[in-house]
């Protein structure tokens, strides 16, 4: 008999975890942890059986159909069969219900960011329709607009898969995705005083939603983000035809194979402002800030994913006279993987805990700027991360992860989009300087960095403590140092975001593991420690002069300079 390799396989997806497993045995107080822990399990059963149906689903993707056979536009979109199903599980599951039930006040968003996390992997990031859905109920919360409240929220946070929404999120035009003040989309009242949308949206989220987030600029509104409104719409009436909406393709993607990403043409649909007919890049926020982080918990699941079908295989593929996990160099590289995904671990969840205290009102006035930093520096260290060990990931099946039918490709071209939706790693870094210029907010982040430290007394964490310290310190000082010089801030704002990123990463996970020792588990701090080794500091010196001999041309400002 020729040799033939048992694939990798998947136990319990939340047993399995050790790393969340301490991680939620820290954050939750027993009795919470007692509560939740039944449906994580069975969100962690659920996950690892739809694993095979995923793959048997690998190549079905969603189809559009423009025209029926009598000539008539219907523009329908079917889903795949993973989808479908995907739909009524996380609904049932709660798993945006949680976070707006609130069973365990502030506590309930890292319950619900816990099941989106199991979740995710199995289902072609089924989390995109999701995150938008729960990002829309935030934003219209957010709006206090009670009539759109009162119709769209408890749909949107249904548990019931007959009366659940979702929804779409419409910001991309063809002018671009990051300078959406560019938008050209136009809102012009009708004869009945209402408002209907003229325009082209050129890469919509889940273009078969029950409801959609807009935005568009009302007539004679001056140009720029300032002059758009954020507005709501029900892409379809009662029958289910569209309403002055055009399906003009589905978009052929890297991945994200089984979303049905959009190009829409507005030819007049009815639309409702949610708020002032104004500042609709500050409406959408809300929505934004929401839909990131869903971006940094969907990248933690597809390293984790990863992670666990590579340590799966490795314990029963034999190279060189031995299993690989029993390569020193083979279970090397698997423990580096295993340190960056812990850490995104920590920072993404320390957002989500954060978010879930303001949700509650319970935040503490301070930790608002500190949330508003870690949500961008979250998204996009995380998004680098998921692709680099995703790729990883791939490199550790060898031949097999290169080829299509293991599944394992996917994981790759589906972490890939993670840095570039929701805005990319340099748009998340302007973004953060952004954040960073409101009062108090470098100072609150410098006392988390601070309070994390004065947690750790092992010597070796201290160690890492300390290097996650002196990053962030020195990252602050160099903004500090150049804060009148845009374009040396802007040059180096990427490794800048990515020191404090990694920095706090590092910090979260070393104040974890003094924790977790304390408890006599000693793989936190290991975790901790390969994480530093890895690199935290990022910021050499911007060099500007560089920088413009290698790039083709000056970049904007450069010139300016001169
Ligand atoms: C797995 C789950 C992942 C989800 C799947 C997603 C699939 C969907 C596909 C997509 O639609 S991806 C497209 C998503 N698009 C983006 O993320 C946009 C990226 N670009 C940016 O984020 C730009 O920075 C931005 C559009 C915000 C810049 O626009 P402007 O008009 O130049 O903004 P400006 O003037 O800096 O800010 C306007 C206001 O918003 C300011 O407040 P004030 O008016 O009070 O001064 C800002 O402070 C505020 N603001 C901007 N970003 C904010 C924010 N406030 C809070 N949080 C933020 N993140």
Redesign the pocket.
Known sequence: MPFTQTPPALANQYDDDRALLSLLARLLPPGVLAAVEPSLREMGRVSAELYPAQLADRASEPTLTQWDAWGNRVDRIELTPLWRQAERITAEHGVVAVAYERAHGALSRIHQFALAYLF?PSTD?Y??P???TDGAARALLASGNEELIARAVPHLTSRDPAAVWTSG????ETTG?????RSETVARRDADGGWRLHGRKW????ATSQMALTLARPEGNPP???G?ALFYLEPRDANGRLRNIRIDRLKEKLGTKK?P?AELTLDGVPAIPVGALS?G??SI??M??V??T??A??ACALMRRGIALARDYAARREAFGTRLIHQPLHADTLAGLQAEFEGALHLTFRVAELLGRDEAGVMEEGDRPLL?VL??LAKLTTARQSVSVTSEVVEAFGGAGYVEDTGIPMLLRDAQ??T?????TN??A??TL??LSSPGAPERLAAEAASLAAAVRDPSLRAVAESASSAIHGAMAWLGANVADRVMVEAGARRFALTLGRGMEAALLAAHAQWALDRGDARPAAAARRLAANGIDQLRSADVDDARLLAESPPRGMAERD
């Open positions: 995710t990031i989390s995109c999701l995150a938008m999120q419409w910001m991309t995705g990051s300078d959406v003040g890469f919509t989220s889940a720029g983000g300032a758009l979303l990403t500042g890049v500050r926020a809300p934004l800030n839909t990131r869903w971006n918990v969907s508003r949500t961008p989009v993670l570039i939706w929701e805005g990319t748009v998340l302007l973004d952004r954040a």
